[in-house]
């Protein structure tokens, strides 16, 4: 299973996306149960796309993160394609759509 970067900040969070051609971001809240029964899922999953980076943001910490991101509850899982944002999966996630959407993108990008 991959492990997740913690972005701390929102520059950290820009230069994350903005240095990496595919990147994830899952942000969560500590107190969330939803988040925390999901990210063991979604860890999983993404030891299938080893070109995707992976940041993980906690919401209570890096308070700019709702307004930078329009996010109104958590969790919520963004993909980045060259700093523009392509999938985004919020609270109750289909793993199984969410699975063919990475898919479809991860073949188009890296081949």
């Given at each position: 299973m991959r492990e997740f970067e913690e972005l701390t900040t929102i520059n950290h969070i820009e230069d994350f996306i903005g240095s990496h051609q595919l990147s994830f971001l899952y942000i969560s809240r500590p107190n969330c149960s939803v988040c925390h029964g999901l990210l063991p899922q979604v860890r999983q999953l993404m030891g299938e796309y080893p070109e995707i980076a992976l940041g993980h943001i906690n919401a209570e910490a890096v308070e700019q993160v709702a307004g930078r991101f329009s996010i109104?509850?958590?969790p919520v899982l963004l993909l980045f394609?060259?700093?523009?944002?392509?999938?985004?999966?919020?609270?109750?996630?289909?793993?199984?759509?969410?699975?063919?959407k990475l898919n479809k993108i991860y073949k188009n990008v890296i081949g």
């Open positions: 109104f509850t958590v394609v060259n700093g523009k944002e392509y999938v985004r999966e919020v609270r109750i996630v289909h793993m199984d759509l969410f699975k063919e």
